[in-house]
């Protein structure tokens, strides 16, 4: 009931927001964005965040030091300029004069202080404060062993701030569009505490400002006067209506209640791109979809038997047949498209053979590795409750039955596989996926270092792949670190560490009313680009 | 009378407690925590929210802690849902669930007793068998294939109503969601008036209302309906309990901001708070139902009395 009153002061306030607005803007209607979202935020603080649907909100509503264009090329923000220092470790950020809070507040630097030791503090429960272990001592101040006052981030006067970093980092600019690092009010964190984040209490400094969320219903956003863009803004309010179903989402679009939808059901996607043509964009993403191999497990320490099972795999067949054109097919780990990565990622010499060939040489190494028809390898697949899953992984079942590869299934529910790779060493093969948070190879290639325990699920050891880890890591260089770096991804397609099978797609609808979408490999779509013609 | 209800509210609250306790360990049973999803965390990430939830103490600890909050009246933090307590998402949710419930179940009542009835009166003609089929078809096809085809043919091909969204409750956005909710609810109270009005126009009382003369119309709503509403009103209990908290496919498939699918949601990403939070929710309408449908029988049923 409380709820209830709460909501009813909310939309009373709207009312008279909207009247403000409907005066101030003499007869102009109110340019309304109703957008599809792939779920509900789970929250709205920065500090908190970890989903994609949270950072397409935020987006609208914050501004960082630095942000993603139409296009997701990275342009100032706050920040109007910045410097590093000639060893790649002290960053220096000159802030706007004219960045306000939307309670008219000046943005300042030691809001960005705030902000970074907040997001660290261990009793914020941050799910993404790893995004800023680069940041001097960040990883100490998380780890509750030294002060958030120790953080390498420092305010020298109200519009300038030193960030001190741990290894010169070449994608630290990257890493800053990321919503995690997006200033919080100081003032209405202090006040409010985690309640800073409530409708009534929130102060944003992006093109909008926040009206409502109602868990599964919307949230309503509206643009704040005070940004230091707004004359550029062109959509006055925008909806955020969260999606479970990407079915509903389709069919919400085609009677035109929303205008946009951030995913689609891919088992679907044929007939809606006959349907609606060119409102269906799918461009490519990063993210990779791939199988880990336990090489722990007594069968699969064999580098042999690892590679080929992979051999088998028909990436082509899955991309094309299971998920209809939605994903690529993948032969290594980091996707095509990724900053400080131009010229992709190492060759595999077997791709390209032709299929008979590809199965002779693989049934060749099972053969080397004591595997054959009367010796047959007892496999688990574990995978995630899921359609398109399963089909993936009855179809590699049957890929591999001509290596005498015999195959059962474990299923379960997302929390319950991701827990079990967590926690235990007894899984053989496990479907899983990685979404990048930035454009940068280490994003991807991080995952298979031997102390990254709790994501590396094929328990792939190299002493060879940590060094060229740790030595791209000190590399300033931009051209030699690049060359490491496929050095090291090189290593774990010769290892056959697990499987690379498929890059994904973004897939979106976007309606011909609503101009200024560009596809691009973040998926980033910020409102303030966009406009609405009738 | 009252007493008898304190007895009954009374006799509830254990029954509650055993739901409450089975339901936490339960959950615990089930393998992953609220924070395994595709994303992993960091382990000392994890750690920290392990500490900032309470996750980080033995079990017992936890239960007794949430007993102590829920005693009084704090359901707690969603684990999923950071910025909300869970008697915030509840407390929004649940006015749109009993809304869209309460308004279905008046409409299969209205529309249950009137096929019901004609059915009955007019027996084996067309109507009757018309009835029959439409109550048919009414239970056994799925609301998972009625939603999204109304949704189509209302919302898209026809554009005549709202395919989806809550849109504050208004009358066009709730018809669609209303009359899939309603639909199986129509055809089993239907049958069922159908059954005993049938019994009831045979028996003793009513041949001698009609021996006085009385008119038809109110022989049969007055006299024979009492006696043929009793086994509506028995099945009315569960059914209402359940349409009035929630249904999870129709909440998603139309984007309403109920709480049905907050218990599939929370037991998918192992929301705890959440689940409980639903459970007892939902238990208390069972438990409160059954006691109406009681009380409900005693004001119908001259032979049943609670003294």
């Known amino acids: 009931m409380l709820r209830m009153a709460g909501m009813r002061s909310l939309m009373a306030g709207a009312l008279v927001m909207a009247g403000v607005f409907a005066g101030a803007s003499t007869a102009l209607a109110q340019v309304t964005y109703v957008r599809g979202n792939d779920a509900n935020p789970e929250t709205l603080d920065q500090h908190k965040t970890s989903t994609v649907a949270e950072a397409n909100i935020l987006r609208d509503l914050y501004e960082g030091l630095v942000i993603y264009s ?187 209640e929303v205008l946009s939808c951030s995913d689609l059901p891919a088992e679907q996607l044929q007939s809606l791109k006959k349907r609606l043509g060119d409102q269906v964009h799918v461009a490519p993403y990063l993210g990779t979809y791939y199988y880990a191999l336990n090489n722990k497990k007594d069968d699969l320490k064999d580098p042999r038997v690892r590679q080929a099972l992979s051999m088998m795999v028909d990436r082509e067949f899955i991309a094309e047949e299971i998920w209809s054109g939605a994903m690529l097919a993948a032969y290594t780990f980091v996707p095509p498209g990724i900053g400080n990565y131009e010229g992709g990622g190492p060759k595999v010499e077997w791709a390209d053979l032709d299929p008979l060939d590809k199965e002779d040489q693989a049934i060749a190494l099972m053969k080397e590795a004591g595997y054959g028809p009367d010796n047959p390898l007892e496999l688990e697949i574990s995978y995630s409750a899921g359609e398109n899953h399963k089909n993936t992984a009855t179809a590699i079942a049957d890929m591999w039955k001509p290596l005498g590869v015999n195959v059962t299934f474990n299923v379960r529910d997302g929390s319950a596989h991701y827990s079990h790779l967590r926690d235990s060493d007894d899984y053989e093969v496990a479907r899983a996926g990685w979404i990048g948070d930035f454009s940068d190879p280490v994003n991807f290639l991080q995952l298979w270092e031997s102390d990254n325990t709790g994501f590396n699920y094929s328990k792939y050891e190299n002493p060879e792949y940590d060094k060229l880890m740790d030595q791209a890591a000190a590399e300033t260089d931009l051209a030699k670190r690049e060359e490491i770096l496929r050095q090291a991804e090189a290593l774990l397609v010769e290892d056959a560490a697990f499987i690379s099978m498929l890059y994904y797609s973004s897939m979106s609808l976007v309606s011909p009313k609503l101009k200024g979408w560009e596809d691009n490999i973040q998926n980033a779509h910020a409102t303030r680009w966009m406009s609405i013609s009738e | 009378m ?147 085809l109304l949704s189509l043919v209302f919302g898209v091909w026809l554009s005549l109503l709202p395919a989806g969204g809550w849109g504050n409750g208004g009358p066009a956005n709730m018809l669609l969601p209303v009359i899939t909710l309603a639909l199986p609810q129509v055809a089993v109270i239907a049958r069922l008036i159908r059954g005993s009005m049938i019994e009831a126009l045979r028996s003793d009382h009513v041949r001698t209302a009609r021996a006085y003369g009385l008119p038809a119309r109110m022989v049969v709503i007055v006299h024979a309906m009492r006696a043929a509403c009793l086994p509506v009103v028995s099945y009315l209990g569960p059914a209402a309990a359940a349409l009035l908290t929630g249904s999870v496919v129709v909440e998603t498939i139309f984007g309403l901001p109920g709480i049905g699918r907050y218990f599939v949601q929370g037991a998918l990403n192992r929301d705890y708070t959440l689940v409980m939070g639903t459970v007892i929710i939902i238990a208390v309408f069972v438990v409160v139902f059954n006691l109406i449908v009681d009380l409900l029988y005693a004001a119908l049923d001259p032979r049943v009395r609670y003294d």
């Not at chain 1, 990883?139 to 020298?156: F, I, Q, R, T, Y």
């Not at chain 2, 055993?18 to 049973?29: A, D, G, H, P, Q």
């Not at chain 2, 920290?48 to 802690?65: G, K, S």
Request: proline share 6%; glycine share 6%.
């Open chain 1, 70 to 256: 139409a296009k997701a090329e990275v342009i100032p923000g706050v920040a109007e300029s910045w410097e590093t220092s000639d060893d790649g470790l002290v960053w220096t950020f000159k802030l706007r004069d004219d960045a306000k809070w939307s309670n008219g507040d000046p943005v300042t630097a030691e809001d960005f202080v705030f902000s970074y030791q907040r997001i660290l503090n261990p009793a914020t429960g941050a799910k993404y404060a790893n995004m800023l272990y680069v940041i001097k001592n960040a990883e100490k101040v998380n780890n509750g062993e030294l002060d958030p006052s120790e953080l390498g981030v420092k305010a020298v006067d109200d519009k300038t701030l030193e960030i001190t970093l741990e290894n010169p980092t070449p994608y630290f600019l990257q890493l800053l569009t990321h919503q995690t690092s997006y200033p919080v009010h100081k003032a209405s964190v202090e006040k409010f505490g985690s309640d800073f984040v409530k409708p009534e209490n929130m102060v944003t400094n992006g093109p909008y400002k926040l009206v409502s969320f109602v868990p599964n219903d919307k949230v309503v956003l509206e643009k704040n006067p005070e940004f230091r863009e707004a004359d550029k803004v062109a959509i006055d309010r925008v909806e955020f209506v969260p999606f479970e179903e990407r079915a509903t989402c389709v069919r919400r679009f085609e009677a035109g």
């Open chain 2, 2 to 148: 009252l007493g008898y209800v304190l007895r009954r509210l009374l006799g509830a609250i254990p029954t509650l407690f055993l739901i409450i306790t089975l339901s936490f360990f339960l959950m615990r049973v089930a393998p992953g925590g609220p924070f395994d999803r595709e994303r992993a965390l960091e382990a000392k990430v994890l750690e920290n929210l392990n500490r900032v939830f309470h996750l980080d103490r033995p079990l017992w600890e936890q239960y007794l802690y949430y007993l102590g909050n829920l005693a009084q009246g704090d359901l707690g933090p969603s684990f999923i849902y950071r910025d909300f307590s869970v008697q915030q998402l509840l407390g929004s949710g649940l006015p749109v669930s009993i809304q869209l419930g309460a308004t279905a179940l008046l409409l299969a009542l209205l529309l249950g007793a009137l096929l019901g009835t004609i059915a009955a009166l007019r027996q084996n003609s067309w109507i009757d068998y018309g009835v029959t089929a439409v109550a048919t078809f009414g239970i056994t096809v799925p609301n998972f294939v009625v939603a999204p």
